[in-house]
């Protein structure tokens, strides 16, 4: 196995955490999962998005924090990959499209004191779907406080997502996901598992799923 550090990345209902799961599974790699129903904010969120966005925010950030902190000191002799469903600038971009600007620049003060103490994947894969899949994916988990979630809400965060991920620094395998069925299709789950035994170079690659 050619990385050690994994991450998945994509917007909501993109697949990371299927995915995330199926990777660790097959390379008995530790798990990082994403904490949602931990976050009080969340559901209050989609009912009133100006006043609960930034509470919703810092409590994610601090608790991706924890997750990611934790990953420095607990190093496991018998699982020797890593893999997880979220980037830590996940926070930034998130609060980029929810948060007031005065908030932003507040959150973005305290979000450049943490970013150094994070310890950045070898490697990124990022789930790209269309927003009606996305829809469809979310209405399909049926966590009620995200049937609410509209396109246009959808449409902004792929554009900050693919606006960053343009500029970073981390080798990406960027992933046409708009077919993806990683729990059914076996020959999916297989491309991908090709690609990860591949040494990358830095900068995008692409890979379309069969």
């Known amino acids: 196995m050619k990385y050690h550090f994994i991450t998945i990345e994509g917007n ?19 798990l990082i999962l994403e904490q949602f129903a931990d976050n009080p904010f969340l559901p209050k969120f989609y009912e009133s998005p100006k006043q609960y966005a930034f509470p919703l925010e810092l409590f994610f950030m601090a608790e991706r924090y924890k997750q990611l902190k934790e990953l420095i000191h607990t190093k496991d002799l018998f699982q020797q990959v890593t893999v997880s469903d979220y980037l830590f600038i996940k926070c930034l971009l ?36 269309p927003v009606n899949k996305l829809q469809q994916n979310i209405r399909k988990r049926k966590r009620a406080y995200e049937q609410s979630i509209s396109d246009e809400y959808l449409f902004s965060l792929q554009e900050t997502y693919i606006t960053h991920i343009k500029h970073h620094s981390i ?24 690609a990860l035994e591949q040494d990358h170079d830095y900068g995008h690659h692409y890979l379309t799923l069969p």
């Open 12 to 30: 909501i209902g993109a697949g990371k955490t299927t995915l995330a799961h199926l990777l660790a599974r097959h390379y008995n790699a530790r």
């Open 94 to 129: 998130f609060a980029k499209v929810n948060l007031p600007e005065e908030e932003y620049r507040l959150y973005q003060k305290l979000f450049d004191i943490i970013y150094p103490q994070i310890v950045q994947p070898d490697l990124l894969i990022y789930l790209h779907a």
């Open 171 to 194: 080798k990406t395998i960027f992933i046409d996901a708009s077919n993806a069925d990683f729990l059914d299709n076996e020959k999916q789950l297989k491309v991908i598992l090709d």
